[in-house]
């Protein structure tokens, strides 16, 4: 299939600075309108990059402990529509790296896409990401060497990605309850800055699982049809 033969050519490229610019071709049925809300609902994880959402980083991962870099969520996803449970025309491919190193993840939406480093982890009962953008530069260049944070659940076929909502966290942080720098206006990002132990414990808390953003992003397995 093109989109797998897409996905295997561009992660073969990203590291050694080769990437051009590249368009998705999978789908065989007719286009439907994507709206940015739909865009955001469908796939939080390149939202927070492409349509500078108000999200959380942090300097240091949570503490690696099992699942360490999960393996169930390699392979090929498109994004739901959260509102109808319709599929949308963005699309995620998770490759397992070496031993030990992060998931490759590449996120492909018309015309933009984005690769990422994603570490995945626990904090307590949670599982949670830590997500790093490699390309292209104005991903890079939205957060830094910062890391995205959030959960994810994964059910059967499906994956739920749950951001941090950065206005919770930069109440919780002017609070006193997290270490952290909070967003100084709307759509700002929050930094936690505390210790990858102090992060990991915060993950674990019901007051970091309460801090997601409102909506799920979710993911479906593709099919080797599709």
Not at 203 to 224: I, N
């Given at each position: 299939?093109?989109?797998?033969?897409?996905?295997?050519?561009?992660?073969?490229?990203?590291?050694?600075?080769?990437?051009?610019?590249?368009?998705?071709?999978?789908?065989?049925?007719?286009?439907?309108?994507?709206?940015?809300?739909?865009?955001?609902?469908?796939?939080?994880?390149?939202?927070?990059?492409?349509?500078?959402?108000?999200?959380?980083?942090?300097?240091?991962?949570?503490?690696?402990?099992?699942?360490?870099?999960?393996?169930?969520?390699?392979?090929?996803?498109?994004?739901?529509?959260?509102?109808?449970?319709?599929?949308?025309?963005?699309?995620?491919?998770i490759q397992k790296s070496e031993q030990g190193s992060p998931l490759r993840v590449v996120y492909v939406e018309d015309d933009d896409y984005a690769i990422y480093e994603m570490t995945t982890t626990r904090a307590g009962s949670r599982k949670v990401f830590a997500l790093k953008a490699m390309s292209p530069d104005k991903a890079r260049e939205e957060i830094g060497s910062s890391l995205l944070l959030g959960y994810y659940e994964l059910a059967g076929e499906e994956i739920r990605f749950h951001m941090l909502d950065a206005e919770i966290v930069s109440g919780l942080i002017r609070a006193g309850s997290v270490a952290g720098i909070p967003a100084k206006r709307d759509y700002d990002r929050?930094?936690?800055?505390?210790?990858?132990?102090?992060?990991?414990?915060?993950?674990?808390?019901?007051?970091?699982?309460?801090?997601?953003?409102?909506?799920?992003?979710?993911?479906?397995?593709?099919?080797?049809?599709?």
């Open positions: 299939m093109r989109w797998l033969n897409f996905c295997a050519n561009l992660m073969g490229h990203a590291w050694t600075g080769s990437v051009r610019s590249v368009k998705v071709f999978a789908v065989n049925e007719e286009r439907a309108p994507v709206n940015p809300r739909l865009i955001l609902q469908a796939c939080a994880l390149a939202a927070a990059l492409f349509l500078g959402g108000c999200f959380v980083t942090s300097d240091k991962k949570p503490l690696q402990v099992g699942p360490v870099n999960d393996e169930a969520l390699v392979g090929d996803w498109r994004a739901v529509d959260t509102d109808n449970g319709k599929l949308v025309n963005s699309f995620i491919h929050a930094q936690l800055t505390g210790t990858s132990e102090d992060i990991t414990r915060f993950l674990a808390s019901e007051a970091g699982w309460k801090a997601r953003t409102e909506e799920a992003s979710r993911m479906r397995r593709m099919r080797p049809e599709e």
